[in-house]
């Protein structure tokens, strides 16, 4: 099937250790985008990637960056994470930049020792 | 800037009842789309129901309708015949386009249904 997968499901990280998120899809969706979601609150849009255009959200900390090497993987990494950096990162696409559906993975759940 | 409020953070239902989420947003744009997303525990996001601002007409989708109320700026999920399948969280979703021209899609918190068999 079709899909949006996202590596690993659980991530645990030291303090300041880098870290890297990775997502991959077969429905060759231009349109990638990462979101940070914590608990009781709502999806947060860090950046999303329409083909190589890259698209930063204005409050999105200099500590995330993102890289798409191609049209099926883009990566997430947080380059000195913080505990306030523990979260649900959640990786979606949609096939154009319009109003279209986005489809979600399953998430990466991240800890911060 | 762009708002979406879910002012209900959990809801109950008992099942094949019917449950309305409610959802408000805030925008001064004439040219948007809405979204209801299902997330299951532990599972991915999915597609609900979308409607398009400039119809009038109200989605369905099988057991799920949504109230549009454009003037009220208002778009309730109404989810009859509720099933123990869909006890989930719920978010309202609200997308308008960029100065870059992509649509910025902007999440509520979202209202986690219970379904009591």
């Known amino acids: 099937d079709a899909m949006v997968i996202q590596n690993p499901r659980y991530q645990v990280t030291q303090f300041g250790k880098p870290v890297t998120l990775s997502c991959s899809q077969t429905?060759?969706?231009?349109?990638m985008y990462w979101y940070q979601q914590k608990s009781s609150q709502a999806p947060k849009l860090l950046f999303h990637?329409?083909?190589?255009?890259?698209?930063n959200e204005a409050d999105t900390p200099d500590n995330f960056q993102s890289r798409r090497p191609n049209t099926s993987f883009c990566f997430l990494d947080i380059r000195s994470p913080g505990l306030g950096d523990a979260a649900m990162y959640l990786c979606a696409t949609s096939r154009d930049q319009g109003p279209e559906t986005q489809y979600f993975g399953p998430g990466t759940r991240l800890l911060v020792l | 800037a762009q708002t979406v409020t879910q002012s209900q953070p959990e809801m109950s239902v008992q099942e094949a009842e019917t449950v309305t989420l409610s959802c408000t947003y805030d925008t001064s744009e004439s040219d948007y789309y809405l979204f209801w997303y299902k997330q299951p525990p532990s599972r991915q996001m999915i597609l609900v129901i979308r409607?398009?601002?400039?119809?009038?007409q109200n989605a369905t989708e099988n057991r799920f309708s949504v109230n549009f109320q454009k003037a009220a700026k208002s778009f309730s999920l109404k989810i009859s015949d509720s099933q123990l399948g869909d006890a989930a969280m719920y978010f309202c979703?609200?997308?308008?386009?960029?100065?870059?021209?992509?649509?910025?899609?902007?999440f509520g918190r979202g209202t986690s249904l219970i379904v009591h068999p």
């Open positions: 990637y329409y083909d190589k255009d890259f698209n």
């Open positions: 979703a609200y997308r308008f386009p960029s100065s870059g021209g992509s649509y910025i899609p902007t």
């Open positions: 429905l060759n969706h231009n349109v």
């Open positions: 409607q398009e601002a400039y119809k009038q």
